[in-house]
């Protein structure tokens, strides 16, 4: 089993940066597949970007592509999202999720963090 701990969100104007991690649990981190979910206000979870135990990574979408990098640790069992360029349709709570597949949809994913909370203001 894998606990999974988000932390780094926070309060940014438009145009800056924030880079949440999630520490996992467990001797098995390197095992997992880990990706980023994110979910605003009366919206559902949506996907944001995946690494895989490889490294390779992918992304919900191009704009988050251009503006985020998803990096893993795992020596440290760390996984960090380096957000940049932030708008304010951005701002929701960020899940950390592992899975030992590769299919990205939230009904998909093993475990689950409790989320960080990213508010970018205009």
């Known amino acids: 089993q894998v606990q999974l701990v988000e932390s780094g969100g926070g309060l940014v104007q438009a145009g800056g940066s924030l880079r949440p991690s999630c520490a996992a649990s467990g001797r098995t981190f390197s095992s997992y597949n880990m990706g980023w979910f994110r979910q605003a206000p009366g919206k559902e979870r949506e996907f944001v970007t995946a690494?895989?135990?490889?490294?390779?990574?992918?992304y919900g979408s191009d704009s988050m592509k251009g503006r985020f990098t998803i990096s893993r640790d795992n020596a440290k069992n760390t996984v960090s999202l380096q957000m940049n360029s932030l708008k304010p349709e951005d701002t929701a709570v960020y899940y950390c999720a592992a899975t030992y597949g590769t299919i990205w949809r939230p009904s998909s994913m093993d475990y689950w963090g409790k989320g960080t909370l990213v508010t970018v203001s205009s």
């Open positions: 690494i895989r135990r490889s490294g390779g990574s992918t």
